[in-house]
């Protein structure tokens, strides 16, 4: 299998941390992981694990339809890797709908439309907190006893939480729920890689093996290439970018099936790099849609902006046109001999060109096709560039502190209804 | 029917425009909408179209799968409609699909997934000329050939185009299709309200009445209240902030059917003021799925960013938990005798005091529930702010010239394949 490319020619790179400081940086975080303290990333060596989960979950393997209740980073990387596997028309024998919200008309359509019968439900939360999980969860609870009767429940119903006492755990437990742990040493947005990425995957068919081993080859070409890996040194102009007037960091795979993951992306870069006053907005974007989107903006609105666009290899791919149409009018011979996939290929070329004319600086990554192991090898470099910049500007990636006001203030005004 | 409200008691206008050039703005807008020079506004007053087109496209109403090709204006708008209807978890007995893009993996699962003779295609271009809509329009055209025969690809085919001779206009012709004029006075990203919004929509059992009886009445509360009304005080501001060092627009809506909406409304913002080095990169967010994403850059990151939040009337509404459950742990209590729509509805009020708590400058618009009436109020209401804000700003809000070097370059790189 081979790993993405990077072509950071047009990064253009604005010398701001000293070289020493990315060789530091570097320097201490190979060596963290090598110490087991780097649990997000550690986690892709484990060879047991993935045994484990598939015999501890396999009894919900004969729902057709399979839910997860959960929210950010207990929904996103699954999510993402769901996105391999699902069918962009019709919907396969077997379905995962991820419910991430609490708006009613969505929970009121959950309970209608799902048979009970033929249902399994997964909630996700490290903390065992989190309001609307809880709710939602709390939701199902009660439909499931006046449906399929209390003493079912447990059939079809998987927890996820950290092995610490919570609200949810001391539910799970109440109901003699199966229970996975959720790694303590790995923050939501960080925890693809554990059970919370990898299981509803699993359930679902996505050959998580592959996105794993993805993850480690990328990580062996980092830890090998150190300061000098494409990794660090997009770290590093990232960094630098974000205390030099450009506010944000524009993703635009042309690829429909990385939709979710520019959503997984941009909390990963949002909640681990916006602290202190700094950060860059994360925009995400799909070529060639957004081009009738955000294009225009890009190359004409202010120029503080960075690019990453990801290539596939689509050049001779998917369907072609008949000669009858295309001899019937002269204004279409640009199609002439060519694919779909040809056109893409063009187009994602030729928008890279515009960007570049623009003196606008973009990182290009390239593969050949989406497999689960570019996408493993996609997520961990994504992880390590968000933790290295952090680290050049000097902030804790894995906290998110800023929230917890408004969680605060959302049950006081929850007991102040009438 | 109720129109949304506006509260801008925390827009902290920065006066910027001196007041009689937003007065000068909008009597020259009112009066272009009077004369008739506004199509994008003045076409909610068409009393006889609906009909037509329901009788015109009554033909595609026995297909179970209905497919529109076409991108940014000519899918944005119907999509964000569908939503209204579209159940958010199994399919309905008729479903809609928007093909935006040229993925070699989404045309083939296309082609692959609906049964050619069950499935309807609506092809959309204004110009008839888009690359991305005309391959994808050719490829079903093959397809339809070799499956259901040539004969009968205009029993299930529609074009919506402008009147005018161009490669989807001669094809249409050749082949004897059905076509519906797209209006030569209005732009892609604000044809909403013409037949391209509206025809996906009724053909899917949207109530497309209400969608424009809803933006009559938002455009003549506009009119009344002229300078003073919220739209045009919005328009100002946003005009204002984007030459103050504000980088970036959050919409961030409490309600999962208006996820499209968001889409749209980027569009809409992004390519009329994204010019000349102006504009202000619109950022869709949903409550409360990005607390737990984008928050935290929001409120820790840069203060570059101003917010329109939209709230629903959710209090009371949705499932209810068991009180089993909530008293079998304490730490539950704070759901007592409270529904998921509470939960939303405390939550939407505790991000909007977290945004004032920082002085970060916040719009919220709120409504009962989202009707179609109210959609279409949105939606126009939308379009005016946008329109003023770039005559403020003394932008063409209607061109999008920066794209046009990027559609050469495709056809020079497919002319260059081997």
Redesign the interface.
């Known amino acids: 299998m081979t790993l993405p490319l990077h072509d950071l020619s047009t990064l253009a790179v604005p010398v701001r941390f000293p070289a020493h400081s990315l060789e530091e940086v570097v320097a201490t975080l190979i060596q963290e992981e090598a110490q087991g303290n780097l649990a997000p990333l550690s986690i892709v060596h484990d060879e047991v694990d993935l045994a484990r989960f598939e015999k501890e979950t396999n009894f919900l393997s004969k729902y057709p339809?399979l839910v997860v209740l959960g929210?950010?980073?207990s929904s996103?990387g699954a999510k993402s890797l769901y996105e391999l596997t699902k069918?962009?028309?019709?919907?396969a024998t077997q379905q995962l709908?991820f419910v991430?919200?609490?708006?009613?008309?969505?929970?009121?359509?959950?309970?209608k439309?799902?048979p009970p019968q033929e249902t399994g439900y997964l909630a996700i939360s490290k903390s065992g907190?989190?309001?609307?999980t809880?709710?939602?969860f709390?939701?199902v609870?009660?439909?499931l006893?006046s449906t399929v009767g209390a003493s079912s429940i447990r059939e079809r119903c998987l927890v996820i939480t950290q092995p610490t006492d919570s609200?949810l755990k001391?539910?799970a437990t109440?109901l003699a729920l199966k229970t996975l742990d959720h790694p303590t040493a790995i923050g939501?947005r960080f925890s693809v890689f554990s059970c919370v990425g990898l299981v509803p995957a699993l359930l679902i068919g996505v050959d998580v093996k592959e996105v794993r081993a993805g993850a480690r080859a990328a990580l062996s070409r980092f830890i090998q290439e150190k300061e000098a890996s494409a990794v660090a040194q997009s770290a590093a102009a990232f960094a630098a970018y974000s205390t030099t007037g450009y506010?944000?960091h524009v993703t635009m795979p042309?690829?429909?099936?990385l939709t979710t993951f520019t959503?997984w992306w941009?909390?990963l870069w949002?909640?681990s790099?916006?602290?202190?006053?700094?950060?860059t907005?994360?925009?995400p974007a799909?070529?060639?849609?957004d081009?009738?989107?955000?294009?225009?903006?890009?190359?004409?609105?202010?120029?503080?902006?960075f690019y990453t666009l990801l290539f596939t290899n689509?050049?001779t791919?998917?369907?072609?046109?008949?000669a009858?149409?295309?001899d019937?009018?002269s204004?279409?011979s640009?199609?002439e001999g060519?694919?779909?996939?040809?056109?893409?290929?063009?187009?994602q070329?030729?928008?890279l060109?515009?960007l570049r004319?623009k003196k606008l600086p973009v990182r290009v990554l390239s593969f050949d096709a989406?497999t689960p192991f570019v996408m493993g090898a996609l997520m961990i470099e994504a992880m390590l560039e968000t933790i290295l910049a952090a680290k050049l500007m000097k902030i804790d990636p894995f906290s998110?502190?800023?929230?917890e006001?408004?969680?605060i203030?959302?049950?006081?005004?929850?007991?102040e209804?009438a």
Chains 1, 2 share one sequence.
């Open positions: 339809y929210t950010g980073g996103l069918p962009n028309f019709l919907p709908f991430e919200n609490v708006d009613p008309v969505t929970l009121e359509g959950l309970l439309d799902l907190t989190t309001a609307e809880m709710a939602q709390l939701c609870l009660k439909h006893r609200p001391r539910l109440r939501g506010n944000a042309y690829c429909d099936k959503l941009r909390q949002a909640e790099l916006g602290k202190q006053g700094l950060g907005l994360p925009v799909i070529g060639t849609t081009q009738h989107s955000q294009l225009q903006l890009f190359l004409e609105g202010p120029k503080d902006k689509a050049a791919k998917g369907p072609d046109f008949s009858e149409d295309l019937a009018d204004s279409l640009y199609l060519r694919t779909i996939g040809d056109l893409i290929d063009a187009e070329r030729a928008t060109q515009c004319n989406l998110q502190d800023a929230v006001e408004g969680k203030l959302t049950r006081t005004y929850l007991n209804m």
